[in-house]
C-alpha cells in the first residue's frame, strides 16, 4: 500500500509533540510505503491531479534523523491508496488552492483524509456558528465600530482573525481597557480584515478542552490545556501546559452531537476546543493532541485514526 502525507517539511516536525509524526509511526509499523510532499506541490498535468512526491523511510523514533528520502516521483493522487492532508494552517489561498486541487483528485478516484471540500467549508472559527446550541454570545465583522458595541454590551470580550493557529492575535479587551483602539487597528487592518468577537468566558483560567473525534466518535479522553498565569491563550503553542482527563457529560453531548455530521461532511479527523459549557473552534486541518494522550494514557490515538482510515477506503 502507498500513503501519500501532504505536510510542512518533515525535518520541521517536533517528534516529541507532532501529530503528524505518529500517524506517520503508524503506518510505518504497518509496512506501509510512505511518500511525502508539500501542498505547493500538488499540480495538474494532463487533465490529472499529480504530486511531486518524495518516498522516506521511518528509520529511527528517538532521534531528529528520523527518516530517510528517496528521490522525488511524480504521481497522479489516484494512484496512493490514501491521501493524508496535515498541512497546518493559516488557511491562506495557497491552501484553498490546495483544497481544490484535492476535491478535483477525489473526483477522480483519490482517497483524502479530510476531504478538499470539508477543510473548505469548515472554517475552524467559523464552523461553530453551525451549532450555535453550544456556543457564547458571538459576532463576525470588519467593522470596529461593531466589536466596540458588542464590548460595550459584554464589557469582556476576545478578539480573533478568522484564519490564525496556535492562539496567535489573540487579544482579551475589556471596557476600560488602554490599547482597544490600537489592537483593533492592527487585528482589523483598518476595516479591511474579518475578525471574531465573543464573550469572554471566565472558565478559560481552568484551560480549554481539545475533545478529538475520529471517524463519526468522539475518543474517551480530553487534552486540558491549562494557560500559564497571567495569560488567556490555553494554546498548547502559547505555553499552555496538557493534561489529559476523561469527557464530562457536557463534552460528550457536545462531541456526540458533532461528530455524526462532520463524518457526513468528509471530516474523518477533528479536534473540538471547548472552554467551560462552550464550542469555541472546530479544527479540520491538522487538529494535534494524539501525543499528549498517548503518552499520559495506556490509549492508541495514532492507531485508532489509521485503523479509521483503512476502514474508509
Given amino acids: 500500500m502507498k500513503v501519500l502525507i501532504i505536510a510542512d517539511p518533515l525535518a520541521s516536525f517536533k517528534i516529541y509533540k507532532d501529530t503528524t509524526f505518529v500517524i506517520i509511526r503508524e503506518l510505518a509499523k504497518r509496512g506501509i510505503n510512505l511518500f511525502h510532499c508539500l501542498s505547493s506541490k500538488l499540480s495538474i498535468q494532463n487533465h490529472q491531479v499529480v504530486a511531486c512526491s518524495t518516498p522516506f523511510r521511518f528509520i529511527n523514533e528517538n532521534t531528529n534523523s528520523w527518516f530517510q528520502l528517496s528521490e522525488q516521483l511524480l504521481f497522479p493522487l489516484y494512484d496512493f491508496d490514501a491521501v493524508i492532508m496535515r498541512t497546518d494552517p493559516p488557511f491562506d489561498l495557497q491552501y484553498l488552492y490546495s483544497t481544490q486541487l484535492l476535491t478535483l483528485a477525489e473526483k477522480q478516484g483519490a482517497k483524502v483524509f479530510n476531504s478538499g471540500q470539508a477543510m473548505r467549508d469548515y472554517n ?3 464552523a461553530i ?10 459576532i463576525v465583522t470588519t467593522e470596529s465600530s461593531e466589536v466596540e458595541k458588542f464590548l460595550e454590551e459584554y ?49 478559560i483560567t481552568k484551560g480549554d478542552k ?9 475518543i474517551d479522553y ?26 464530562t457529560s457536557r463534552e460528550l453531548e457536545i462531541a456526540s452531537t458533532l461528530a455524526p455530521r462532520l463524518k457526513k461532511n468528509g471530516i474523518l479527523l477533528a479536534g473540538l476546543d471547548i472552554i467551560g459549557n462552550y464550542l469555541t473552534e472546530v479544527n479540520v486541518t491538522s487538529p494535534t493532541g494524539f501525543q ?22
Fill in 292 to 313: 499528549e494522550i498517548m503518552q499520559q494514557k495506556d490509549y492508541d490515538v495514532a492507531k485508532l485514526f489509521v485503523d479509521a482510515i483503512f476502514a474508509n477506503l
Fill in 222 to 247: 480530553a487534552l486540558a490545556r491549562i494557560p500559564k498565569s497571567g495569560e488567556t491563550r490555553a494554546n498548547l503553542a502559547a505555553g499552555g501546559k496538557g493534561i489529559v482527563m476523561p469527557l
Fill in 155 to 203: 464589557q469582556d470580550i476576545i478578539v480573533k482573525p478568522l484564519d490564525g493557529m496556535g492562539g496567535m492575535e489573540i487579544y482579551r479587551l475589556t471596557k476600560n481597557g488602554y490599547n482597544n483602539q490600537s489592537i483593533l487597528e492592527s487585528l482589523m487592518r483598518y476595516n479591511t480584515r474579518t475578525i471574531m468577537a465573543q464573550r469572554y468566558i471566565p472558565e
Fill in 129 to 138: 456558528l453551525n451549532f450555535s446550541e453550544f456556543t457564547i454570545d458571538t
Fill in 210 to 218: 481539545r475533545l478529538l473525534i475520529i471517524d463519526g466518535k468522539p
Fill in 124 to 126: 475552524e472559527k467559523l
